[in-house]
Structures are given as C-alpha cells and as structure tokens.
C-alpha cells in the first residue's frame, strides 16, 4: 500500500513560481510510475505531468511544457513540480498519484493511489 501527502501549495502571482514536493510512504515506491494531476472547480481532473520509477523518462501536458519540471528522489520517497512562469489558469487543486502500469500513463483511472491534493492559486 501507497500513501501520499501532498504539500508545497499556496497563492502566487502570476509569473511567479512554486514547488509542490509529494511524500510517498510503501516499500515499493522506487518501482511505480508517479503522476501530479490537477482538478480547477467544476472540470475533469486532469494530467499535468508524470515521471517514471527511474526518473529518465517523464512527460507533460502540452499547456505547462516549458514551465513545470517533475522529479524524484527514490532514496527520500519524494516526488516534485516545480513550477514557473505561472498563470491564471494554473489555479487548480494539485494530487499526486502512483500508477503500477508501464509508461506514464495519462488517464487518470490508471492510478491506484492518490494524494489529499494542495492547492495553488494564481492571480493575476
């Protein structure tokens, strides 16, 4: 069993930058393919970015390519977002997810465990 715990949200202007870091707890993290997905109010949670278990491979949603990084750290059992050049429409709730499937996969029905989410508001 997985447990995450999502932390690193808060309220930016646009422009600015965040680093959303995602503890995960379980003996076989170094092994499964982490996905940060984001829920903005009243729409679909939706794929931001993912990073398979040996950190070499990762993948973005078009519309924060260039501006958001994700990485691990299998030793610390952490994963992160750091995100720049920020924008209006970036406010969202921000989760953090495992996936036991190969790849990185970006429907979200494929992750198995999931975070409590953080918040990141942006303003403008």
């Known amino acids: 069993q997985v447990r995450l715990v999502e932390s690193g949200g808060g309220l930016v202007q646009a422009g600015g930058s965040l680093s959303l870091s995602c503890a995960a707890s379980?003996?076989?993290?170094?092994?499964?393919?982490m996905g940060w997905f984001r829920q903005a109010p009243g729409k679909e949670r939706d794929f931001v970015a993912g990073?398979?278990?040996?950190?070499?491979?990762?993948d973005y949603a078009a519309s924060v390519k260039g501006r958001f990084t994700i990485s691990r750290d299998n030793v610390k059992n952490t994963v992160y977002l750091q995100m720049n050049s920020l924008k209006p429409e970036d406010t969202a709730v921000y989760y953090c997810a495992v996936s036991a499937s190969g790849g990185i996969p970006t429907d979200r029905y494929t992750y198995f465990a999931w975070g409590q989410g953080t918040q990141v508001t942006v303003s403008s």
């Open positions: 990073i398979m278990w040996s950190g070499g491979s990762t």
């Open positions: 379980g003996r076989t993290f170094y092994s499964y393919t």
